[in-house]
């Protein structure tokens, strides 16, 4: 399985980017897509995520200013994020993750950087 993330780049604050990321290879189904975040000598953090059935989960800062979404026939997940701020600063990562018979899997794409300036 291989995740292609793209659409970062720089942005003033109180802009938007949408960030696209393009799952090929076997995917079982139903699953799970994610964006994540990281900053230099910090945990990833999750950002969003998204289950097969469209249901959202988003961390409390983002809350209100990003919305994630996917399209499942195409393996796309997006991410729409709006009133950009500095502290969103940070190298976006895409996740896609199952469990099947137990056993979880779990893939990350390259990453793609966002960069908000004050």
């Known amino acids: 399985v291989q995740l292609q993330a793209s659409g970062g780049g720089l942005v003033q604050a109180g802009g938007s980017l949408r960030l696209s990321c393009a799952a090929a290879?076997?995917?079982?189904?139903?699953?799970?897509m994610g964006w994540y975040r990281q900053n230099p000598g910090k945990q990833r953090e999750l950002v969003a995520d998204?289950?097969?059935?469209?249901?959202?989960n988003y961390a409390d800062s983002v809350k209100g200013r990003f919305t994630i979404s996917r399209d499942n026939a195409q393996n796309m997940l997006f991410l729409q994020m709006n009133d950009l701020k500095p502290d969103d600063t940070a190298v976006y990562y895409c996740?896609?993750?199952?469990?099947?018979?137990?056993?979880?899997?779990?893939?990350w794409g390259q990453g793609t950087l966002v960069t908000v300036s004050s």
């Open positions: 996740n896609l993750n199952w469990v099947r018979r137990a056993n979880r899997y779990g893939y």
């Open positions: 290879g076997s995917i079982f189904s139903p699953n799970v």
């Open positions: 998204i289950t097969y059935g469209g249901s959202t």
